[in-house]
C-alpha cells in the first residue's frame, strides 16, 4: 500500500514551551518523516483564539486563526494530537481550537466536515504513572461524540514523563517508541483507507 498521499498533523494541546506533549507531537511527526511519511508539526500557541462565545462570534466572526488551522487541518488526511491531562480533562486550550475550529463553514460544505472526514489519533504524556489517559479519554468523546471524528481505538501515553526522553527528543524506552511509530503507520493507513 503507497502512503505517498497521505499527509499527517501532528498538534498538542498545550502552549507551554517545555510541554512534554509539545515533546510527543514533535517526536510523532519525525518518527513519520523517518518512514517516508509527509508530516507537520504545528503548535496551538502560534494560533491564539479568543475564549470561545457565540456573541462574539456573532459581532465579530470567526477569528483569523481559527480559520487558518482549520485550512492546516484540511491538507492532512491523518491528525495526531498529543492531549495533556488538566484535572483529568482536556486542557482548555485544546478545546478552545477545537470548539472554533467546529463553527468553521465553508460554503457547500457540511457542518464539521473537517472533523468528519480526517482520522484522528490520540497520545498523552505525563510525570505521573498513568501517562494522562484521563485527558485523552475527554479528548475522545468530544472528537468522537461532540464533533463526528473518526478516532483510532489504539491510544498511545508516556507515563513518567520528565524522565522519558533522550536529549534527542526520542524516547528511552525503546520499546515504547516502537509503540507510538505503529500507531503512526496505522493513522497513516486509516487515512489512505479513507481518502484514497
Request: proline fraction near 5%; avoid cysteine; aromatic fraction near 8%.
Amino acid at each position: 500500500m503507497s502512503l505517498s498521499s497521505t499527509k499527517l498533523l501532528f498538534f498538542a494541546g498545550s502552549a507551554r514551551e517545555a510541554s512534554f506533549n509539545k515533546r510527543i507531537a514533535r517526536l510523532g511527526a519525525q518518527i513519520a518523516e523517518a518512514n517516508g511519511l509527509a508530516a507537520t508539526f504545528a503548535d496551538l500557541g502560534d494560533y491564539p483564539m479568543p475564549l470561545y462565545d457565540a456573541d462574539l462570534q456573532a459581532l465579530q466572526g470567526i477569528p483569523e486563526n481559527a480559520l487558518k488551522f482549520e485550512a492546516l487541518m484540511k491538507v492532512h488526511t491523518g491528525i495526531f494530537i498529543a492531549s495533556p491531562e488538566y484535572n483529568a480533562s482536556i486542557t482548555p486550550l485544546l478545546k478552545n481550537a477545537l470548539d472554533w475550529v467546529s463553527r468553521v463553514r465553508i460554503d457547500g460544505e457540511e457542518p464539521l466536515a473537517v472533523f468528519k472526514s480526517r482520522v484522528f489519533a490520540l497520545g498523552s504524556a505525563s510525570p505521573g504513572g498513568m501517562g494522562g489517559l484521563r485527558g485523552v479519554n475527554t479528548t475522545r468523546t468530544v472528537l468522537e461524540l461532540g464533533l463526528g471524528a473518526l478516532v483510532l481505538p489504539d491510544q498511545f501515553a508516556v507515563p513518567k514523563a520528565a524522565e522519558a526522553f533522550e536529549q534527542n527528543g526520542h524516547l528511552k524506552n525503546r520499546e515504547q517508541q516502537e509503540k507510538f511509530k505503529a500507531l503512526i503507520v496505522k493513522l497513516a493507513r486509516a487515512a489512505h483507507v479513507l481518502h484514497g
